[in-house]
């Protein structure tokens, strides 16, 4: 391999994941920029947005853009006045690649919003390559308990579980549903429960239900099936609309229902009975910085444990599909060559 090339996955053009969008090659190493360092990545996690990214979901304001966002490695390089960092610190870059700083969002804790955003893997290329650059303020120390592997879920399916389950105004002691059960969820679960919160799952995988239970959900099954008691709260994971009614109707007057999704099927025609009583209902984008620092040490007191499948970058297409299939256990994650 050239000095100055590295492997990577690029997306030219969107396409199904089964048509293999993504192409294996050789691209130009980044070089920092001022404030920038400039990552040797050890693990990439896929995450369902990455699938939104490849098919052409999401609007692409950049091609070719290497995908990932759920990134792990060292410094290997700084640009110029970088003072947070050192060769060789250990850190993870997730979705929120860059926001102003200046707006009427940013300026009131809500970057997570803020219109000029930038998002990694989006606007700036990602993971699943050997490096990338990234602006310091927004990359993050990785807790020392954490192997590589087991971090890269964490950068995204954690924090952004993190900030839904937040939003959803779940108490400690209180009851909560998760629809959809797969790598985000799998984390939140075990932050609710180190809340002490009684957690019910509905999800349809078998495979998914067991993980579920084991990792203390007192009562799981499928989106359909009314629970046998009232939810002060839910987060929907699953992508799909027609959760929506269902969940609404098993929660509590004055409960949230919080979606943690970028892209969603469209939510069918429902009674306004399901949300008269105060329940609100509201999505949740991005992430801010504070959601992901506050995460990570909550993640590691806890301390969460991840199920993780790893795979080689090359097969990060076949991984897309299988993960369009859910036919990923909780978390896939691509192994960077060295
Ligand atoms: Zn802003
Ligand atoms: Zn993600």
């Not at 926001?99 to 804790?109: L, R």
């Amino acid at each position: 391999m050239n000095e100055s090339k590295m492997k990577a996955m690029s997306l030219y053009r969107p396409g199904e994941a089964s048509s293999s969008p993504l192409e294996y090659g050789e691209v130009s190493i980044p070089n920092p920029g001022p404030g920038q360092l400039r990552l040797k990545i050890s693990v990439c996690g896929v995450c369902h947005t990455d699938l939104h990214t490849v098919e052409g979901d999401l609007e692409l304001p950049v091609v070719p853009i290497i995908p990932g966002h759920q990134v792990v490695g060292l410094v290997d390089e700084l640009g110029p006045g970088v003072e947070r960092f050192e060769v060789g610190d250990r850190v993870g870059v997730a979705w929120l690649n860059w926001a102003c700083g200046d707006c009427e969002y940013c300026s009131s804790g809500l970057e997570n919003l803020c219109s000029q955003a930038r998002f990694t893997g989006l606007h700036s290329d990602g993971g699943y390559a050997q490096y990338l650059v990234v602006d310091e303020n927004f990359a993050f120390p990785i807790p020392r308990s954490f192997t590589d592997i087991e971090a890269a879920p964490l950068m995204c399916a954690g924090i952004v579980g993190y900030r839904a389950l937040l939003l959803s105004g779940i108490k400690p002691g209180g009851r909560l549903g998760l629809y959809g059960f797969g790598a985000s969820a799998h984390l939140v679960i075990q932050v609710a429960r180190y809340w002490e919160c009684e957690v019910y799952v509905f999800t349809r995988g078998e495979q998914h239900r067991r993980l579920a239970e084991d990792l203390g959900a007192v009562w799981t099954g499928s989106a359909e099936t009314r629970p046998p008691k009232e939810l002060d709260a839910g987060v929907i994971f699953a992508p799909v609309g027609w959760i929506v009614p269902h969940a609404l109707s098993y929660l509590k007057p004055g409960g949230t229902l919080a979606i943690n999704a970028i892209h969603m099927s469209n939510i069918p025609e429902m009674p306004y009975s399901l949300i008269y009583g105060e329940r609100v209902l509201r999505s949740v984008a991005n992430f801010t910085r504070k959601d992901a620092v506050e995460f990570l040490e909550t993640a590691a007191e806890i301390p969460v444990r991840c199920e993780v499948e790893s795979f080689s970058l090359e097969d990060a297409n076949a991984v897309l599909q299988s993960l369009k299939e859910s036919q990923i256990k909780a978390s896939a994650v691509l192994d960077i060559p060295q």
